[in-house]
């Protein structure tokens, strides 16, 4: 799912540069959805936790805090606690998931009474993902709790004194970004024949195929990114869509960077083909 709220320690999620900047787990539902169905799917709701990762971005320089010693102090033996309890089982906590699970539990506290809550948790989960990668390791799991707790507690602090100001300075700009997004949105799916929505949330991506093959790599979530289109292309270069007049179903397909893809085309080329066809089928017609 997409981090809504920060993940306990030991679940698969990355932070996806090539999706807009968002976190995802590796049980997220992740699809691209086609033209008019997308079209549909391009709400306000369906943009907060892209416009989420965005304002964070643009007042992260504003809202920058440090964390409080007695922040930490009060931080370390919960943390050491369950770091402890975690010893004993299968997968040993990294100072990074002990960090977003604490940061959580507070994201839980904070938001209760929230005017909107589904905004100020997707705001607050954000920060707290940012902060702990920022700060913490996700390969310490042999290094003993109380050095461990430190580095987690640190950085989840840090984020509790950042998440405020994220609040505040993003609700001054939010509505105009879900107003931009929800057109991004509709424009991708009417240019690009779709988008990818993760468990409902559209993802602003700068290349389909980029953002798929990060999905693949950093959280295991494989995505078929697949037009009805069917181009071919004789020695000649003469384009054939097949079907006479009528629209044809084919496989344009994107995949992972660098996946083999034999003779299919790329996306561009294929829009380009199909452009070419409908203007000499509208001259044959004058």
Known sequence: MILASASVPGVAQAALDSCGGIFVEGN????FVKAEECETNCEVVSVEQSCVAELYTQCDQRCVETSTTECTETCEPVC???????ETTADKPNSKGLCRSDCAQRCDDKCAGAENQGR???TCAHTCNKKCDDGCRDDDQEVTCEPKCTTACSAKC??????D???ECQSTSFQQCETTRVEECRTEC????GAIFCDGQFVKVS???DCAAELEAEASISIDVRLDVDVDVDVDGDVDIGGGDSDTEASCALGP???GRGGAFSLAAAFAALALVRRRRQQAKR
């Open 28 to 31: 997220a539902n992740c699809q």
């Open 80 to 86: 050491t606690m369950e770091c402890t309890t975690m």
């Open 120 to 122: 100020c948790h997707k």
């Open 158 to 163: 840090t984020a509790t004194a950042n998440t």
């Open 165 to 167: 100001c994220q609040l």
């Open 190 to 193: 009417t240019q690009t024949g």
């Open 207 to 209: 290349s389909l195929e």
């Open 257 to 259: 960077v660098g996946a």
